[in-house]
């Protein structure tokens, strides 16, 4: 999901939310139940939810295994929690530049957007 979400960073989510086109959602993996991925709920399909991560180069989303049945959708993203500077950076200013920037919101995608452009747009910025 870079570049919306980093290694490290924490979700905050919303179990049973209503998931509408452009929300970040947790999922059961279609392959594998066990293992929970993130993503972004594109369109409701036959089938359930058409999903799509943020970063194009990785097709480790519907493009592979396809519409995801609904009941696998397990949470809806609220906020991102960035992971905390590494020891050796922990100065005051730091801490206090991750403090400022450590909780933000996950945005859904605006209305007529889609997930490649914008991926395009976040990666030029």
């Not at 995608?109 to 452009?117: E, Q, Y």
């Amino acid at each position: 999901m870079v570049p919306t979400l980093n290694p490290g960073d924490q979700l905050v989510v919303q179990y049973g939310a209503v998931v509408r086109p452009g929300d970040v959602v947790v999922l059961r993996h279609p392959f594998r139940q066990d293992l929970l991925i993130v993503k972004r709920a594109v369109e409701r399909r036959e089938g359930g939810w058409w999903v799509r991560g943020d970063n194009p180069l990785v097709e480790n989303d519907s493009r592979e295994f396809g519409a995801v049945p609904e009941e696998f959708v397990v949470a809806r993203a609220l906020v991102r929690l960035r992971r905390p500077p590494e020891a050796g950076q922990r100065s005051a200013g730091a801490l206090l530049s991750w403090l400022a920037s450590a909780l933000r919101p996950v945005r859904s995608l605006p209305a007529g957007a889609s997930v490649a452009r914008l991926s395009r747009r976040l990666r030029a910025r």
